[in-house]
């Protein structure tokens, strides 16, 4: 595994512009990761974009939502007649499911964009280019475009919003730099933030902001160690229930649905991340296999994904609070 700066990123994929290229991503792909993917398969004009499983379902919304259709735009197979395989938001093969052994197994070069708490990968032909000051991989492959000449049009420009909005934690898991390059977005999508936001439904609807409500007055919420945490079931979109939890007041919000599959998303009130050292996104990946499934993020916003059958929530919810109390008595 070779570490480089965003000057060879840029060269590697300018070099492979008319190569045959396959994008792929972390198991169950996140907004930011598959739209960072759509985004920068439309430079390389010979590229395929697939997901090792599936994409969530609140991702396929948003697609929908821009005029992409994800079952006709991301395929399921792996390319082993590509010549580069670029890994987006994920720094690891473990966490790319069914494509974990064909990865190890591929004989071309294999490119790593991410935005995560570095990992190694015990492998040759791999370039990793790894950066936590940008919020997300989204907020990279814009940087990387401007710089090689891509053309970023309305529709890009708005994968790229999307992508780098769902990882913000509300705006929180931002820089300077988010601002500014959120700012040329939106000018080139000729939009302004809030329009996008009801774009998108991110915003939500009355109807889900009615059981989000439902979902905080449902939930249990206790004092550990100075912290207030609050947790419980989310009737459909656990991440609604977590954010809307740290707005009114929760230092750690965690909430999980069963509709399909497993996923639980846990927020947790800046700075106190920095205070106590605690990464959720890292704590969601080292306990995602005991749901047989996958996690990351970031440090106040993360989640986790499995098969429902495998998935104990109330365990899983006890673990992380229990690895997040720890850490504040340190």
Request: hydrophobic residues 40%.
């Amino acid at each position: 595994m070779e570490r480089i700066n965003i000057e060879a990123l840029k060269f590697i994929l300018k070099e492979n512009r008319d190569q045959r290229v396959l994008f792929t991503f972390h198991s169950f792909g996140d907004t930011d990761s598959v739209s960072s993917a759509l985004a920068l398969a439309s430079y390389l004009k010979n590229s395929t974009v697939a997901t090792p499983d599936l994409i969530t379902s609140n991702c396929a919304r948003i697609l929908r939502r821009l005029g992409v259709d994800p079952d006709t735009t991301i395929g399921r197979k792996f390319d082993d007649t590509a010549k580069l395989v670029v890994l987006l938001d994920v720094n690891n093969f473990e966490d790319c499911g069914s494509f974990r052994f064909r990865l190890e197994e591929f004989r071309g070069q294999i490119l790593v964009i991410d935005h995560h708490a570095p990992k190694g990968i015990e492998k040759d032909d791999v370039q990793v280019f790894n950066d936590e000051t940008f919020n997300s991989a989204s907020s990279i492959v814009y940087e990387v475009l401007k710089g090689i000449g891509g053309t970023i049009d309305q529709k890009t420009a708005k994968l790229l919003l999307s992508g780098i909005i769902s990882d913000s934690a509300d705006l929180k898991n931002t820089t300077a730099e988010t601002f500014v390059q959120m700012g040329e977005l939106l000018k080139i999508a000729e939009t302004d933030y809030v329009s996008f936001l009801e774009e998108l439904q991110h915003i939500a609807e009355a109807q889900a902001r009615e059981k989000t409500f439902e979902d905080l007055k449902h939930a249990t919420a206790e004092v550990m160690e100075g912290l207030f945490f609050v947790y419980g079931r989310a009737h459909a979109h656990a991440n609604l229930a977590a954010d809307a939890a740290v707005k009114y007041g929760a230092d750690v919000a965690i909430f999980y649905t069963e509709n399909k599959e497993f996923s639980v998303s846990a927020r947790m009130r800046p700075p106190l991340d920095k205070r106590y050292g605690i990464h959720l996104g890292v704590l969601m990946k080292a306990l995602a296999p005991t749901v047989h499934g996958t996690g990351g993020g970031h440090p106040c916003a993360a989640g986790a994904y499995g098969p429902e059958e495998a998935a104990d929530p109330s365990e899983f919810i006890r673990k992380l609070m229990s690895e997040i109390i720890r850490r504040v008595k340190k």
